[in-house]
């Protein structure tokens, strides 16, 4: 009875952690294997011959040695590749992250019920907040169903870092500040930070230990809104988030010299949930086309943006969303996660809020003020430029594909990525008439604090249906015979074809 009832309980959000396994170590042969045949669709017969022989080289030579030395690193790590992977991708690059690393983009919610509209920004980032609040609830009580691929878990070490996370840069290497608590182990942050006109305000996520509801979120918003509108812009310190690293870290260290209550604020700011952006543009988006919304969401004001945090909430003036986020923290899945979650509370309530317009008695939103010297607002103008300069250079189109969707595909019998992998190939092949060399991540969230690896989709399979289907001599049998083998020999039906 007691195994019964155990069994019956609602999974943790966390309670696989301890049972994951390890990440393995690739075979030497495996990956030398794997590293030829990305090489070979790139390579001439004399360049593949060159590669290879180098390849044998290493693997008879210094190869082996330092594939032991993984091997014992592994014995002592669960996860070998973890901090190798966060300090090379994340924190040892100097280069600015904002728009470099961080992920960013619109949110779906324009297309079930907040399409673009004057004057809804302050109230539907208020119903947004309430159930983004509900999310970090969830996570904190360990009510947020562990993921799964099929019946085997997956690692959810990463949902610890949405809220109450910062990276902090340093000279040499940044580090990343994560202050969110479960319940069980003991108090969390539960402050929100919000930006507007280069200020920044801060103010409690909870009420007498209860999270505030919309209504109460929407009179804080207002507040600021209101005092912003009235009064002049503010500094605009967090530009300096945009900066080289090193730059930023030596700023960073001037600001906390010049007054300790400076250090203070950061704090605040590092350890708050998330970051509320009260932006003024008006992107208008449309179900077919996010192109405005994704540039102002990947390079718009960065006085009201905290480019560090693990997740700004964007809320623009026309009513519509998006989010700008710290990456080396957590991998954008989960952030996708919440969001599905958010869109599916939305749809559920026609995006409005259905419970008490009552106002409780709290805190008015408290203004966090930097001191500020001359050194940093020079700092401070010197940021603006080189993100201004970056921005320039920088192209986006997001045009949205609603000719069909993955249903479509996988009523076909076909998996909807290798249709879309397979379909860029093709794509980029008959523009530039050779193959392309592409990236596709892959997950080790199978195992032990597993993020992504890389996976090389232009395979000499792929790249041989490519040239059948840009060939007019070649029949449809020979297109489906490469077909067929560029997805690893499965038997695939010719509507493949037809799609592309």
């Known amino acids: 009875m007691a195994n019964h009832l155990s069994g019956s309980l609602p999974e943790r959000t966390f309670q696989y952690q301890s049972s ?32 290879a022989d180098i390849v044998r080289k290493f693997q008879e030579g210094v190869g082996k040695e330092l594939h032991q030395k993984l091997l014992q690193r592994a014995k002592t790590k669960r996860n070998w590749l973890e901090e190798w992977w966060l300090d090379a991708a994340y924190l040892e690059s100097r280069i600015p992250a904002q728009l470099n690393v961080n992920f960013a983009g619109p949110a779906p919610y324009l297309e079930h019920c907040w399409p673009p509209a004057e004057g809804t920004q302050l109230q539907r980032a208020s119903v947004n907040i309430w159930h983004t609040l509900q999310y970090w609830n969830l996570i904190r009580t360990e009510r947020l169903a562990p993921q799964k691929a099929g019946k085997t878990a ?107 209550h400076n250090e203070t604020i950061l704090e605040t700011i590092q350890s708050s949930l998330f970051i509320i952006s009260l932006d003024e543009k008006k992107p208008y988006a449309t179900p077919d086309n996010y192109t405005n919304l994704t540039v102002e969401a990947l390079a718009g004001n960065p006085t009201v943006r905290w480019g560090d945090k693990s997740y700004n909430f964007l809320m623009f003036s026309d009513g519509t969303c998006g989010s700008t986020c710290d990456h080396s923290p957590y991998d954008a899945m989960v952030l996708v996660s919440m969001c599905w979650y958010i869109d ?30 001359e050194t940093i607002s020079s700092y401070i103008s010197q940021a603006k430029q080189q993100y201004l300069e970056s921005t320039r250079d920088l192209q986006v189109i997001c045009y949205a594909f609603t000719a069909f969707g993955k249903a479509a595909i996988k009523q076909r019998k076909l998996h909807p990525d290798t249709f879309v992998q397979l379909a860029m190939q093709l794509s980029y092949y008959k523009i530039h008439k050779k193959p392309g060399s592409c990236y596709e991540t892959a997950t080790t969230r199978k195992f032990f604090h597993g993020r992504t690896e890389t996976m090389r989709p232009c395979t000499q399979d792929a790249v041989d249906w490519c040239k059948a289907m840009t060939d007019p001599t070649t029949d449809t049998n020979v297109r489906m015979f490469a077909v067929v083998k560029s997805q690893g020999g499965k038997k695939k039906r010719a509507v493949f074809l037809e799609l592309t």
Not at 20 to 32: K, Q, T
Not at 207 to 226: A, M, N, S
């Open 344 to 373: 599916q509370q939305l749809r559920d309530t026609e995006g409005k809020w259905k419970g008490s317009d009552a106002v409780r008695s709290m805190p008015l939103p408290e203004e966090l003020v930097f001191t500020v010297d």
């Open 154 to 260: 997956l690692d959810m070490d990463q949902f610890r870092m949405l809220f109450c996370t910062c990276k902090v840069p340093g000279v040499k290497k940044d580090t990343i500040r994560n202050y969110f608590k479960t319940e069980s182990e003991g108090p969390c942050p539960s402050h929100v930070v919000v930006m507007c006109r280069g200020r920044l305000f801060t103010f409690d996520g909870l009420c007498d230990g209860e999270i505030i509801t919309p209504p109460e979120i929407l009179r804080q918003l207002r507040y600021v809104k209101e005092r912003c509108e009235a009064e002049p812009e503010g500094d605009g310190v967090s530009a300096l988030t945009t900066e080289e690293r090193t730059r930023w870290a030596k700023a960073r260290e001037h600001l906390i010299n010049i007054d300790p």
């Open 20 to 51: 994951l396994p390890p990440l393995p170590v690739p075979s030497l042969e495996g990956s030398l294997s794997k590293y030829l045949e990305a090489v070979r669709p790139f390579a001439s017969e004399k360049e593949f011959k060159a590669t």
